[in-house]
């Protein structure tokens, strides 16, 4: 993520150059918006984005393929560390783990595929961000805005293809670490039996996974969680206790009033004191062409309806 940043700040730097060179010649006699789109350093300005992003568009997919391959490695061995803990420290049971190859595991996961959804996605960071870079010119001119504040317009529309490419770099990696450690709890269902969601409960965790928590699952689910979703399957280790001890229902219910209208909000905060939300009702699934199904928060409207 700290790649991907560093290049788009690099990037940005070049552009914003020829966005100053044209907002200086259009000065205070705007043009048309047929008149703009012909001046010469609009076109060098909108080539300028286009080569930038087309070049940060490779090095996020050269980011995707790193952080897929490390979620899987690490999801591997995260999985054998966590069976050891849950068994009260007793190593012996991790190392009686089947090994699983990273390659197969990576072939097992479709959105890596090189043909699939994910790189398609991908491809369109470039155009559809440089579309915006070209409309928050267009409509700053049409508008007679102040040059600051067209070129503000034009650093936040550059910007969304980095928050694009951190969030889709993002939950790869943390998606094949979820996945890995499943294919690997699967390949040893004599030991493990099944999956508990296991979110972080606090203030920067939605109500998705607030109602997730501590909700147990088959090891032939899929821990659906949103983009860049925190949360992680806690194996169930045969023969030993649950290392969940209660659900993030039970565990909001002993939030303050103030920590409690903070991560649900003022409308979902008062169905919840008025007794009239199922706090399970939270979380609900949705359809991703990448992913499948992933859980979101579920929308007061939804609730309310």
């Known amino acids: 993520l700290g790649r991907l940043a560093d290049a788009y700040r690099r990037a940005y730097s070049r552009l914003a150059d ?25 076109k060098d300005l909108m080539a300028q984005a286009t080569e930038e992003l087309q070049g940060f568009t490779s090095l996020t ?15 591997e061995l995260h999985a054998r560390e966590l069976v050891s803990v849950t068994a009260v420290g007793d190593a012996s049971v991790a190392g009686q783990f089947n090994h699983l190859h990273t390659e197969a595991v990576k072939s097992l996961l479709g959105f890596l595929d090189p043909e699939g959804p994910l790189y398609e996605r991908l ?22 805005q102040n040059p600051r504040v067209i070129a503000n317009s034009v650093r936040d529309a550059f910007g969304r293809g980095l928050t694009d490419a951190l969030r889709t770099v993002r939950t790869v990696q943390i998606w094949s670490y979820r996945e890995s450690s499943r294919a690997t709890y699967l390949a040893n269902s004599d030991v493990v039996s099944g999956g508990i969601w296991g979110a972080t409960l606090d203030a920067d965790t939605c109500g998705s996974c607030w109602a997730m928590h501590g909700t147990v699952h088959s090891l032939d689910e899929v821990l659906d969680d949103h983009f860049n979703g925190r949360c992680a399957m806690i194996p169930q280790v045969r023969g030993f206790a649950s290392p969940v001890t209660e659900t993030g229902e039970q565990a909001f219910e002993k939030l303050s009033e103030a920590e409690q209208r903070q991560i649900l909000g003022p409308g979902k905060h008062n169905l919840y004191q008025s007794g009239k939300l199922d706090f399970e009702k939270l979380s609900t699934e949705r359809d991703d062409d990448i992913y499948g199904r992933m859980r979101v928060e579920t929308t007061l409207k939804e609730l309310s309806g």
């Open 18 to 42: 020829k966005a100053d060179l044209l907002l200086l010649e259009i000065g205070d006699n705007p043009p048309t918006r047929g008149q703009l789109v012909k001046l010469q350093r609009y």
């Open 61 to 75: 997919r050269n980011e995707i393929e790193r952080a897929g391959e490390m979620g899987v490695k690490l999801g």
């Open 123 to 144: 491809g369109e960071l470039a155009p559809h961000t440089a579309q915006g870079v070209s409309a928050a010119i267009v409509e700053g001119v049409a508008m007679g």
